[in-house]
């Protein structure tokens, strides 16, 4: 089902698994962590990597391949992994490339937990990092690189802060440095924007927000282009350039080409180690998500859409984000990168301040609040009362966050009665 020429909504529900004859219509539960084989000879080549085929699922499991294979066609990349979390797969997409002593650049809009991953955990195994403003110039983008930068990381739309990122511009400046540039897709999905098509090499999901769609199960996915080119840059890449001699000497880069040396590295060893792989059955869940991505977008798009306009328009209302409307200020980018919609999160300012956002949440009936976004029922989040309820207000903003923003991710529900929620809310407070 790799016809170049299927539409991404034909792939949603089609792509990665084409059954024969008599085989079954929906892809197989492998539920199994071992596999059989006649011969240890037959096994041994697939430790050696000279074969395809399973033996752990620890590394591979054929369900989680199936579902890994069709976020590559709708990504329209060459190769893809699944993940036990979007937080594993920004650390493998990143570790695979990076070691002790390496720097990244990242967009510092950026999830909250993707920030802490750079900026903390991979601080203490020698990997630091440079935070640019997505809003950056080329100039100050290529003062952060030194010689010891390895990859460029962002967002295509910012969680929470909803930003958008200019992915030609970040790509060409890491291409000049000769490093790729790794796009957090989750917010988007390929549906509205696929990456690869403006130079980006390395996408990631966190598959637990629209991907899945339904609050089921957590999950990632890592996806390459193919086409960065590692033996171009060799002494910046030794991971996927020299010997591994935990793999009898193979060079994933000469063995497995463009097209397959980052996610076969990232299969054989990381996940080897790791063993943050996804589960049978939630692949299969995450493909049932997956089969309805395409519908579920347009209306996720159309609620938000609606729900900002609203707001916007709102005495109660200091401010909104939102980059489907005309005043907002990656509107421009957004009509060159999401020219069918962005997502369904609108982030939004409530005038009073802290506890008139924490009142107005209180009051709402439809939206729940929780620590979740992208979902087919409406949900929203107060940082500043929960996830980033340590911080005084002098601190939230040093943080980007505002002591009055509200994230509100609009579901599948009708959008007149999301308005009529929202709007009861606001009159209470």
Not at 192 to 217: L, Q
Not at 253 to 275: C, P
Request: charged share 20%; net charge negative.
């Amino acid at each position: 089902m790799a016809d170049k020429n299927l539409s991404i909504n034909t792939l949603c529900v089609q792509g990665g698994y084409t059954p024969g004859n008599g085989e079954p219509r929906q892809i197989p539960i492998v539920q199994s962590t071992t596999f059989k084989y006649d011969s240890s000879d037959e096994m041994g080549k697939l430790f050696d990597l000279e074969a395809n085929g399973y033996f752990y699922s620890r590394l591979q499991n054929p369900t989680c391949d199936t579902v890994a294979a069709k976020i590559a066609e709708l990504e329209g990349g060459t190769a893809a992994m699944l993940t036990s979390s979007g937080q594993a797969a920004n650390f493998l997409a990143l570790f695979n490339i990076c070691n002790a002593g390496d720097h990244i650049v990242a967009s510092s809009s950026i999830y909250g937990g993707t920030f802490n991953l750079i900026s903390v955990t991979m601080a203490k195994m020698g990997i630091t990092a440079t935070f640019v403003s997505p809003d950056c110039s080329e100039e100050e983008l290529n003062a952060a690189f030194r010689d010891n930068t390895r990859a460029v990381f962002g967002e295509t739309i910012a969680n929470p802060a909803l930003t958008v990122l200019d992915i030609e511009k970040f790509a060409a400046v890491a291409h000049a440095h000769g490093v790729p540039l790794i796009v957090d897709n989750t917010f988007a999905t390929p549906v509205n924007c696929r990456p690869f098509e403006w130079g980006a090499d390395i996408v990631t999901h966190s598959t637990t927000k629209y991907m899945d769609g339904h609050g089921g199960c957590v999950g990632g996915a890592i996806v390459d282009s193919g086409k960065f080119d590692w033996m171009a840059h060799a002494d910046k890449f030794p991971g996927l350039c020299t010997p591994d001699e935990s793999y009898h000497g193979i060079t994933y880069a000469e063995r497995f080409g463009k097209e397959g040396a980052f996610i076969t590295k990232a299969t054989a060893q990381l996940m080897r180690d790791f063993g943050c792989g996804q589960s049978p059955i939630s692949a299969y869940m995450l493909n049932l998500g997956l089969e309805s991505l395409h519908v579920r977008m347009a209306r996720h798009c159309e609620n938000g859409q609606a729900v900002a306009e609203f707001l916007a328009n709102h005495p109660k209302i200091a401010y909104v984000n939102y980059c489907g409307l005309p005043g907002d200020k990656y509107h421009e980018l957004a009509k060159k990168y999401l020219p069918k919609g962005s997502c369904g999160v609108v982030s939004f300012g409530v005038k009073g301040g802290r506890d008139a956002a924490k009142a107005f949440m209180g009051h709402l009936k439809i939206a729940a609040i929780e620590t979740h976004v992208a979902d087919a029922r409406t949900c929203c989040l107060h940082p500043a009362s929960s996830t980033h309820r340590q911080m005084n207000d002098a601190q939230l903003l040093a943080a980007g966050v505002e002591p009055d923003l509200v994230r509100m991710s609009c579901g599948l529900e009708d959008k007149d009665d999301l308005i009529r929620d929202i709007a009861q809310a606001l009159d209470q407070i």
